[in-house]
């Protein structure tokens, strides 16, 4: 039982135009959202998150908006570069519930120059 | 700060072996979690720790699985026996109680096992 959902394993974009990166959650409880992103070799690094009193958080490039009543994220990434391609996940957390996260698949994105 | 450690990066065994990996956190993070990348299940969470005492090893898929963690600059993930099933990378990652809101994790670079 997935609780995070990305249900697109892979986007390619060309270069300058926009990302958008979808994510799908199921548990209610979840209050907190993080986007990371992965490069071959390496392991995930944080991106941008997003509490769920917000609808919309922004840091450069990149925006995530939240549509609670659907149960929804995105991550846009405007413009895109070729260093942006990348594996991107979505996680999730609940504040009662420690310090865990809830991974998604992830979505591999090219950027194509 | 060097980051979460991990070794070894790649390992290459044989079905039936023992597999131990290694992880030392970030100095002062008091939590540390152990994760599995596959292609099919993406980033499961195995088990995680507090004050290296294991909170939660509802994901350790089978008793073949252990972790320990002795103290809180170091820990292990046994495999044992190992089997082609358990292929896959595996994470280390660490973060801190103080560490703000949203529990951001800082992750190792990983483990790539190849069990034959």
């Known amino acids: 039982d997935q609780q995070v959902k990305q249900n697109s394993p892979s986007l390619s974009v060309q270069e300058g135009r926009i990302s958008i990166l979808n994510c799908d959650y199921t548990?209610?409880?979840?209050?907190?959202f993080l986007w990371y992103k992965k490069y071959p070799a390496e392991g995930p690094t944080f991106l941008i998150s997003?509490?769920?009193?917000?609808d919309k958080n922004e840091d450069g490039r990149f925006t995530v908006f939240l549509n609670k009543s659907a149960k929804h994220l995105s991550l846009h990434i405007v413009p895109s570069q070729p260093g942006d391609s990348a594996v991107y996940f979505c996680?999730?957390?609940?504040?009662?519930?420690?310090?865990?996260?809830?991974f998604g698949s992830g979505t591999q994105l090219t950027v194509l120059p | 700060d060097a980051g979460v450690i991990q070794s070894p990066r790649h390992e290459v065994t044989e079905m039936g072996q023992e597999v131990t990996l290694r992880c030392k956190p970030i100095?002062?993070?008091?939590?540390l979690f152990w994760y599995r990348q596959t292609m099919m299940r993406g980033l499961e969470l195995l088990i995680y720790?507090?004050?290296?005492?294991?909170?939660?090893d509802s994901g350790m898929p089978e008793d073949r699985f252990s972790a320990k963690m002795p103290n809180a600059s170091f820990s292990t993930l046994k495999i044992q026996p190992s089997e082609p099933r358990d292929s896959a990378v595996y994470f280390c990652?660490?973060?801190?109680?103080?560490?703000?809101?949203?529990?951001?994790?800082?992750f190792g670079p990983g483990t790539r096992l190849t069990v034959l």
């Open positions: 990652a660490s973060s801190i109680v103080a560490g703000g809101p949203y529990n951001e994790q800082f």
């Open positions: 548990n209610s409880m979840f209050d907190y």
């Open positions: 997003i509490s769920s009193i917000k």
């Open positions: 996680a999730a957390g609940s504040s009662g519930s420690a310090r865990q996260l809830t």
């Open positions: 100095s002062g993070h008091d939590y």
């Open positions: 720790f507090n004050n290296n005492v294991p909170i939660d």
